[in-house]
């Protein structure tokens, strides 16, 4: 008789290693100093200072780029990433929210620091 698992269950007991795993390298690391630099969010933060790099590194130059533009959407470029965001879906979708699809797909969630400089940037009437 072949046993079969459902996706579900890998994923949630893949996530439940990652977890463990994060847990003891937390427990290791807090014991040592950290020398990672905590990330600073700008008070004033612009599109190409701080969001296109964000941007750039997560979807604006693979998925997004204006040669590929997945779902027609292209990110490329100020104009379209404000577009994205004045829609209220790129937000959204950078905070994994219910109703829409979670970006990057395939790949992490951005960090917090990274969506917050996003949504500061937003809040604050899309500097370029």
């Known amino acids: 008789m072949k046993k079969t698992i ?4 890998l994923a949630a007991f893949c996530g439940l290693i990652a977890l463990q ?3 003891l390298t937390s427990c ?3 014991q040592k100093a950290s ?5 600073v969010i700008p008070d004033n933060p612009t599109y190409t200072a701080n969001v296109k790099p964000i941007i750039d590194a997560s979807c604006g130059t693979k998925c997004h780029s204006a040669v590929k ?7 490329s470029n100020y ?5 994205a965001c004045m829609k ?4 959204s979708t950078i905070k994994h929210e219910a109703g829409v699809k979670p970006m990057p797909r395939m790949a992490p969630k ?5 969506i917050a400089i996003i949504e500061k940037w937003i809040n604050q009437g899309y500097a370029q």
């Not at 459902?6 to 269950?9: E, G, I, N, R, Y």
């Not at 533009?69 to 990110?75: E, G, P, R, S, T």
């Not at 951005?110 to 990274?114: E, K, Q, T, V, Y």
């Open 6 to 9: 459902s996706l579900t269950a």
């Open 21 to 23: 795993t994060t847990t």
């Open 28 to 30: 290791k690391s807090s």
């Open 35 to 39: 020398t990672a630099a905590p990330v």
């Open 69 to 75: 533009k997945a779902h027609d959407i292209d990110l």
């Open 79 to 83: 104009e379209s990433v404000k577009e």
């Open 88 to 91: 209220d879906k790129l937000l």
């Open 110 to 114: 951005l960090s917090d620091a990274s």
